[in-house]
């Protein structure tokens, strides 16, 4: 059988800049535990074992396979076990504001499962690298755990991009949810719910309920006095839960709030 070739012409190569800082294979739990500030961007690879990272006072769980990104000046600690391992790439640079962008990968969206396979490719490249290589292995890695990230999520990523856009345009509609949003992409419902838990590290009830949580405190901040508007242009219907949330998240009524 004759042979084809595959041709595929880059349009344009970028000329921005990546730094990578740090190639890391830890294996202390007392290491993983104290809380640091990030001084660069980190991308972090589990390769085994399971936990909670915790990044600016916010806990994620993970498991083998699950790679996390952390931002520069964000404090940045792991709670695990003693098997836990895991890899992390410390960088910064242009490009690396691009590609998150790219990717869509920010604060909301930061935790990715399903990354099993290349923990060999991550763990031989550190095993081998040395101080002549280190910067090209490391920049290697990095852009393509980045670029694998578009071929095992994609689809995930969509959706999700899907959902927190809906979400962002129709969070003051009292009829959103869950079940609103799968009829609106032709999902099912318990799909949707347990795919944002899971990219997100958050249930999407409660991050619904701190988008219009933060919204009805700009409200107060822009001087709407009643307390029932507020929670109708939020998108709750009944006032009093809204002021049991309200004081749930922010720490004080909504009553107190607007006298400060």
């Known amino acids: 059988m004759k042979k084809k070739n595959i041709c595929k012409f880059i349009e344009e190569s970028s000329v921005e800049k990546i730094d990578t800082h740090r190639f890391i294979y830890e294996t202390s739990p007392d290491v993983m535990k104290r809380e640091l ?50 890899m992390y790439i410390d960088f910064g640079g242009a490009r690396a504001e691009t590609l998150f962008t790219r990717f869509y990968i920010n604060k909301l969206n930061r935790i990715f499962t399903g990354f099993e396979g290349i923990i060999p490719l991550w763990h031989d490249s550190l095993c081998r690298a040395s101080e002549i290589n280190l910067d090209l292995v490391s920049e290697g890695i990095l852009l393509y755990t980045f670029s694998r990230i578009v071929a095992d999520n994609d689809e995930k990523n969509t959706i999700i991009n899907k959902i927190l ?14 079940t609103s949003l799968a009829t609106e992409l032709s999902y099912n419902a318990k799909y949707i719910s347990h795919l ?46 809204f002021s049991t949330v309200f004081k749930k998240t922010v720490g004080v009524s909504p009553k107190d709030y607007k006298k400060r």
């Open 37 to 86: 500030e990030l001084k660069y961007h980190r991308m972090t690879l589990i390769r085994q074992g399971s936990g909670k990272v915790k990044i600016d006072g916010k806990e994620y769980p993970f498991n083998a396979g699950s790679l996390i990104f952390a931002f520069s000046e964000e404090t940045f600690s792991v709670n695990a076990g003693e098997d836990t391992e895991y």
């Open 165 to 178: 856009t809906l979400t962002e345009e129709n969070f003051t509609d009292p009829e959103l949810s869950v």
């Open 196 to 241: 944002f838990k899971e990219k997100m590290g958050i249930g999407y009830s409660e991050h619904l309920r701190n988008l219009r949580i933060k919204y009805a405190v700009s409200l107060l901040e822009h001087g709407i006095d009643s307390v029932k508007n507020v929670a109708l242009l939020s998108g709750f219907t009944d006032p009093l839960y």
